[in-house]
């Protein structure tokens, strides 16, 4: 049988790329984009990815990006090193999991560090079969990792093997946040004696913040910094105020946009906008007291992954804008935001493929990792 | 060079039945038995509600438009095989499945033969589905 696959893997191929070819074709003229503010061509830098998760810059002009089946990459020149990276650690690489997010330390340049966050498989000793999200920091010499420090990790362990959230980011005060996904069902959510559906909050080391809002509180998982998050796979620091924002998975409907705040209740799953997968009710509440209300929310649900601010003058009408990717509708919203309110949203670049991350680099651009194709591209605004 | 043709023709047109006929093979010895089947068929949802559910719905019937329906679908029941080599492999680009085109992308969900056995038994048989056809991990395995 594995014949036949091989006769229709080319067939495959070719309607891939032609159903690509076709999209180029609709968004115009030599594939420039006409959007509301802004025109801008989607340039492909790297082609024959499977599942690209995240992206990092590093001061040099290399880029990292992590591919879910446990590789890490790396682009020097435009171009990508034939070898991963050695050191990773070991990812449960099945349904949502495997190796996720990337992120530099603040201070990269002085001190090298290297954030990871992953499905590790349940080590000795800890709770649960399974795995849960991990936190790792390393630093890279030559093409290998080294250094590597497992500095949180998610307790206790799930055999179930989707909603790890994954997110990696780090505040003006140099604290570095990951979002945690519910590890599935709508069970054990509202409580703090474990970690679904939390953001933590960690010194850079891996140790806890004594000011964390439950710290003291008897039970309490202490690195939790807010809670009643479904599946969070997108977390920016808003450059205007400093805070941090995530957005997360609904059910059927009801993803989020969320401004994350010290100690808050997100409500999930007491209070939700979806319904669940065979359309049964959740919670007939989308509102409660104690519970914060989204920025905003989505029905039907988009799939929201990976999203940035833009900060950069290279898209001067889309200053302050956030950009979400989605994987449902494989397009990425631009969303404008006055006082801590979406005013606008539009839609770009539909087709594109699955959006898994979004990442302004240091060098002003907009970079997207695709999957469906598994690409990297970035966006270039044309006059 | 005619009846070189010929031989082709009859080559190419033995192929097309083979394929045609194979999913409808039922169960050889090779198969599960009827137990071991129904077991099959019971892990095989709990795959189904771990891995499948968020785009094809726990009903089968997908998103209009965007993911594929399962329940009903000429594109997994005409060849259950090819749908077990997605479900292995995942699938990137357009399909059409009861003439309706989609095109989005399907990740290789990094599960075990077994559980790729599982749901196929599973969805083969669910919501109205009435496939013959059984899979065994042995045989996911050579795909």
């Known amino acids: ?383 | 060079m005619q009846i070189r043709m010929r031989w082709i023709g009859w080559t190419f047109g033995a192929a097309l039945c083979l394929g045609m006929a194979l999913p409808a093979i039922p169960p050889g010895p090779a198969g599960p038995r009827q137990d071991d089947y129904e077991a099959s068929r019971q892990r095989g949802k709990e795959v189904y509600m771990l891995y499948c559910v968020t785009c094809h719905l726990a009903d089968g019937k997908g998103t209009p438009g965007v993911y594929p329906p399962l329940a009903g679908s000429d594109f997994l029941l005409e060849d259950p095989g090819r749908a077990a080599r997605i479900v292995k492999r995942g699938l990137s680009g357009p399909v059409k499945v009861n003439g309706v085109l989609y095109n989005n992308n399907m990740t290789a969900l990094g599960l075990d033969d077994q559980e790729v056995a599982d749901v196929l038994n599973y969805i083969l048989g669910a919501w109205g589905n009435r496939s013959e056809r059984r899979f065994t991990a042995a045989e996911i395995a050579a795909y």
């Open chain 1, 1 to 383: 049988m594995h014949h036949l696959w091989k006769l229709l893997l080319p067939a495959v191929l070719l309607s891939a790329c032609m159903a690509f070819v076709k999209k180029d074709d609709s968004s115009g003229a030599a594939g420039i984009v006409s959007s509301e503010k802004l025109r801008f061509r989607v340039d492909t830098l790297l082609t024959g990815l499977e599942v690209p998760w995240g992206m990092t810059f590093l001061p040099n002009g290399d880029m990292l990006f992590t591919e879910r089946d446990g590789e890490l990459r790396l682009v020097r020149g435009g171009k990508l090193h034939p070898d991963p990276i050695g050191g990773v650690p070991e990812v449960r690489a099945k349904g949502q999991g495997g190796l996720l997010d990337i992120e530099l330390h603040p201070d990269y340049a002085q001190n090298g560090w290297i954030y990871f966050s992953y499905a590790s498989p349940a080590q000795p000793g800890e709770q649960g079969e399974g795995s849960n999200t991990a936190l790792m920091r390393a630093k890279l010499n030559g093409h290998q990792l080294t250094d590597q420090q497992v500095i949180f990790k998610a307790r206790p362990n799930y055999t179930a093997a989707h909603h790890y959230g994954g997110r990696i980011e780090f505040d003006r005060e140099g604290y570095v946040y990951l979002s945690l996904g519910d590890r599935g069902g709508t069970f054990d959510n509202q409580t703090l004696a474990n970690h679904r559906g939390k953001v933590v909050r960690l010194r850079d080391d891996g140790s806890i913040p004594e000011d964390n809002p439950f710290f003291a509180q008897e039970g309490a998982m202490k690195e939790v910094f807010s809670w009643g998050h479904r599946n969070p796979q997108g977390m920016a620091l808003n450059p205007a105020t400093g805070e941090l924002w995530e957005h997360e998975h609904g059910p059927q409907g009801g993803d989020e946009v969320n401004i994350v705040r010290k100690g808050n209740n997100y409500g999930w799953a007491a209070i939700t906008f979806g319904i669940d997968y065979d359309g049964s009710v959740i919670s007939s509440d989308t509102a409660r007291e104690g519970m914060e209300q989204p920025v905003l929310y989505w029905v039907p649900s988009i799939a929201p992954c990976g999203m940035d601010f833009v900060t950069s003058d290279t898209y001067a009408p889309w200053k302050g804008s956030l950009l979400v990717g989605s994987m449902k509708f494989r397009y990425l919203k631009r969303l404008e935001i006055s006082d801590n309110k979406v005013t606008h949203q539009e839609t770009l670049i539909e087709g594109i493929g699955r959006i898994r991350a979004v990442e302004e680099a240091p060098d002003g651009y907009v970079y997207l990792a695709v999957e469906g194709p598994g690409m990297i591209v970035r966006l270039v605004p044309v006059n």
